[in-house]
């Protein structure tokens, strides 16, 4: 049985830090690229960050602000959120993507597996 199963997640200051963590299981890790994607009350779906073995992706508004990074010994996948800001408030999932032909999309249709997620609250 796949399964992503986030954590880290819960309240945060505006200007603080947060990391979340994703436990990757039923699957061979280094076939998968990794993704971190969020959903705020009333909005879409939005992709964060991704990484494959070669690189990383980050949309615009978390580009400077988090990390992503992989623990391939650990089959873990993380987001260090820094210089929170209330507008990151959403539920935070744990996506993979199949990765065994070396290239991804960073999509949300093309996710294979997807973690339940995990509530990230902002505070100004």
């Known amino acids: 049985e796949v399964q992503l199963v986030e954590s880290g997640g819960g309240l945060g200051q505006a200007g603080g830090s947060l990391r979340l963590s994703c436990a990757v299981s039923?699957?061979?890790?280094?076939?998968?690229?990794f993704g971190w994607f969020r959903q705020a009350p009333g909005k879409e779906r939005e992709v964060v960050a991704c990484?494959?073995?070669?690189?990383?992706y980050y949309e615009d508004p978390v580009k400077g602000r988090f990390t992503i990074s992989a623990d391939n010994a650990k089959n873990t996948v993380y987001l260090q959120m820094d210089s929170l800001k209330p507008e990151d408030t959403a539920v935070y999932y744990c996506?993979?993507?199949?990765?065994?032909?070396?290239?991804?999309?960073?999509?949300?249709?093309?996710?294979?597996?997807w973690g339940k997620g995990t509530l990230v609250n902002v505070s100004s």
């Open positions: 996506a993979a993507e199949d990765y065994s032909e070396k290239y991804y999309y960073c999509q949300d249709y093309a996710m294979d597996y």
């Open positions: 039923g699957i061979t890790f280094d076939d998968y690229a």
């Open positions: 990484i494959s073995s070669r690189d990383q």
